[in-house]
């Protein structure tokens, strides 16, 4: 029998490791998205109507604590399977993954590796966090970090076959190019700005226990940090959106002729506003059907899932304040050319029906 050495027990060890948080993974997402997203996709090739209303109305939703609880409660019910496994998985890449295994693997493939990544995720921006701030913690470079954060929502490929499903395709012809510009584009941008740390904040890694249920304790840690800190800021955050939301200027049918106020309304609000996944398509449906401008749909279709408020509180100290302020500014950029390539299309008798 051929000895163990230490180095064939530590490479056996990593190999688990990694094994483990693929499968860890892979069941997460198969019952909080691959499934239901299956699901949603034969209803939508049955009926090819999209059933649910608009996040961005605000005729009945007066500010203050009632306004911010129901909407806390809506937002949960819609996102809460997502949150779950976005934390456990969180917690498995500082727990079960190799710090020098992750910096390599994303930083090999830079921008292109985290928005590849994004792919089978498919979270909404929010459930996206936790994942980012592990990455993070891992030592994951800024350009992967952002490229994943902002891939996870607007290049999802089910939100793409759904508006293929239920939209004209130049919507989701528009997203997509749009979203690479902006997933490829402010993911370089922000990682040259932001002189490509290998991680923010403190760079040490979680103590080790010592004795072989190490990884099963560190991922007790990173869950229970997780439990304690991220959730509950996130729900506090959701919940002041949702408080607040009365006061935000309202996308009504009276901006529907004007369509540079429209836009910059789409801007500020698509920025702010927290939505789960998908939940830009009633939102761009009903503006449509109020006659809004192909110009501020397109707006929407790429602020409204890329980035909010409360991802972006999540992730500032993460990715620093001013790298986050660099993502928002080319998120809205990027919906301004999203926009423009919607409205050239519709001009160029390709838009709208």
Known sequence: MVPRTASTVHSRSRLLGIAVFAVLSVLALLVAKWWP?????????????WQGGSSLDTSTAAPGLTAGWEFLLSYGEAVWLALVAAVLIGAAIEALLPRDWLVRSLGRWGPIGGGLLALPSMMCTCCAAPIVKSMRRGGARTGPAVAYWLANPVLNPA???????????QWAATRLVAGLVLVLGVSALAARFAGEPAVSGDPRLMPVPAGTTAPARRFALALARFALLLVPAYAVLVFAVGALRGWLPPLGTELAGATAVAAVVAAVVGLLVVIPTAGEIPVVLALAAAGFSPFVLGILLITLPAVSL?????LARALTFRTTAIVAAGVTATGVLAGALLAALSAAGLGIP
């Open 37 to 49: 997203y299956a699901d949603k996709t034969v209803s939508l090739v049955d009926g090819g109507t």
């Open 159 to 169: 939100v793409l076959v759904f508006l293929l499903l239920v939209c004209p395709w």
């Open 310 to 314: 409360p991802s972006m509180l999540l």
